[in-house]
């Protein structure tokens, strides 16, 4: 492998073999257009467009104005079928509480809220799940890592019980950044161990009948009125087992309820919380019993991946492909926000990205040449509902994943201006970094780690499902550093983001927005996929990272 300072020159080595025609700087390559970036934005983020949750009306009209604007900008439809869509097929199930959820200590029944209190779900598709007088159970983080010689689940069978977790991995203290241990759960970055979808899937492998993640605003990285509106329709992947290998519920505990119960039972929640950082910990009874029953209605629908492909110019690279991928799905209409509006806009989330996914397409497409190997442009569905679209397309992919070099994500864009910084989730976690380093240099900017890297966003969007089958996946976020702005100012917008509109109905477009930021992070998105696109060789993941015996099997090597 190079040293990254070597990868410029590789470039310009490659660019100068194939003829003048291909752009060697980023001075040379096609600039985004903002105007057409912010016109895709409004529409898709109009009220017409109900918030595109999949299924929907304003999936029909989502699609629509996709395939046309990839028509319109000439690209070619993405399916080897020779259409523009990938069909998803995916069940929605819409839960009703038809028994109260009561947790029964010390011979008190107690109702609790839901949505105040408790968020309970299921995945399985069937019209009536059932916890009946389970044991309730704190079992820490809910982790099993061998490799850090870590298992909460010594000593107890939770075969049957709704157990309670932790959200985040353990905060282990050592010598590292925030007094962690960078050698045990990645320090301060979250690792897959701390997501709720890891421990959804660790509590059904062990039987648990009943899995709540204790919701605490920090670590989750939104508020708890974010995890509410997972209470409406929720949607699956069609499979055929029916997910009934998955816990019969899933959901989130608020942290108020969570103490109460420690304290019903005699125990300090702090205390065990503490504890169970350690490798000490066992799994804690909490004398109490659940009980609720879940029915729904169940419906099956084909929900759609819209796919449109730039055929590669080289022969011999044509059959090898760079994905890029964004969501077009957002929340669609719910709970009304605090002016009354119910529709879920989803302007920055994902609207800015799918917007931008456009906008590279048309980018790539004004080329005098196209690139060597094929582009592909992947809108996906439903990554809203535990990123769906993407985890279909990784599972049936429409190009072979091992002649896959790169998946490029977009998953909200900057629209607060320039930056000196980008900052890039998961940094170093592949050759894509080194990539985007070198692009940005030529942007005069500095590639940052993510300052949220306890947040795990690089297992929260729908690159992850490809770097899950190995393909090395890019995923940069805002820079922190706004040029002609004070100190503070990203963080400032950032934080109020995440606190007023981050999945509200408020999530529209803003008179304020600065969409300068956005056509320079989409430029490096389109250099990092353009080179990659031309390179002789594959990008690879980094020695020691998580994903690369994947990638090596997959590559038979
Ligand atoms: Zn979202």
């Avoid at 890891?198 to 899995?211: H, I, P, S, W």
């Avoid at 991946?305 to 669609?332: P, R």
Wanted: with cysteine; glycine share 10%.
């Amino acid at each position: 492998m190079q040293p990254r300072h070597l990868l410029p020159i590789g470039f310009l080595l490659v660019a100068a073999a194939c003829g003048s025609s291909a752009p060697e700087t980023l001075a040379d390559m096609p600039n985004l257009e903002t105007t057409r970036v912010l016109a895709d934005i409004t529409r898709l983020s109009s009220d017409e467009f109900q918030g595109r949750a999949p299924g929907s009306e304003g999936e029909r009209l989502s699609v629509q104005y996709l395939t046309d604007e990839f028509t319109a900008a000439g690209l070619e439809p993405g399916n080897p079928d020779g259409s523009w869509v990938q069909k998803v097929p995916l069940v929605g199930m819409r839960p009703m509480v038809t028994a109260p959820f009561t947790i029964t200590q010390g011979g008190k029944a107690r109702q609790m809220k839901v949505l105040g209190e408790i968020v309970p779900f299921t995945r399985r598709v069937s019209e009536t799940v059932t916890l009946n007088k389970s044991d309730v159970v704190f079992v820490g983080y809910g982790i099993q890592a061998p490799e850090f010689q870590w298992d909460d689940y010594k000593g107890v069978d939770v075969k049957g019980k709704t157990i309670l977790m932790l959200v985040n991995d353990p905060p282990v203290p050592g010598s590292g950044l925030g007094g962690l241990d960078p050698a045990t759960f990645g320090g301060k970055a979250m690792t897959y161990y701390g997501r709720w979808v890891y421990k959804f899937e660790k509590a059904a492998e062990m039987g648990a009948a009943g899995v709540l993640v204790i919701h605490e605003t920090g670590p989750a990285g939104y508020p708890f009125a974010v995890a509410q509106v997972m209470g409406g329709e929720r949607f699956n992947l069609s499979t055929p087992d029916k997910n009934m290998g998955k816990s019969a519920i899933e959901g989130w505990i608020s942290l108020e309820a969570t103490t109460d119960l420690f304290t019903g039972a005699g125990l300090n929640f702090d205390e065990l919380k503490a504890k169970a950082a350690t490798r000490d910990f066992t799994p804690v009874p909490l004398k109490a019993t659940a009980s609720v029953t879940l029915s729904q209605t169940i419906r099956t629908l084909d929900s759609q991946n819209v796919v449109a492909t730039i055929t590669g110019s080289d022969a011999a690279l044509k059959d090898e492909y760079v994905v890029y991928s964004a969501h077009w799905d957002h929340l669609g209409i719910g709970a009304p926000g605090p002016d009354g509006d119910t529709i879920y806009n989803g302007a920055m989330d994902n609207a800015s990205g799918t917007a931008t996914l456009l906008e590279l397409a048309r980018a790539f497409k004004s080329l005098p040449t196209a690139p060597k190997r094929t582009v592909v442009f992947l809108a996906v569905t439903a990554e809203e509902q535990g990123l769906l679209g993407s985890e279909y397309y990784a599972r049936f992919p429409l190009y072979p994943l091992n002649r896959t070099l790169a998946n490029v994500n977009v998953d909200g864009m900057n629209m607060w201006g320039r930056t000196s910084d980008v900052t890039v989730i998961g940094m170093g976690a592949s050759d894509l970094d080194d990539y985007l380093t070198a692009a940005a240099k030529e942007q005069n900017r500095i590639p940052m780690p993510d300052p949220e890297s306890e947040k795990g966003f690089y297992y929260r969007s729908d690159h992850f499902n490809f770097a899950k089958v190995g393909v090395p996946a890019l995923y940069i976020d805002d820079g922190t550093t706004f040029i002609d702005k004070p100190a503070g100012y990203g963080k400032q917008k950032r934080d109020d983001f995440t606190r007023l509109d981050y999945h509200k109905p408020s999530d529209q477009v803003k008179p304020d927005w600065d969409l300068s930021g956005l056509a320079e992070d989409g430029k490096l998105l389109f250099a990092v996929g353009y080179r990659v696109a031309m390179a002789p060789t594959y990008p690879e993941w980094k020695p020691g990272n998580e994903f690369k015996a994947i990638r090596d099997r997959a590559l038979n090597r």
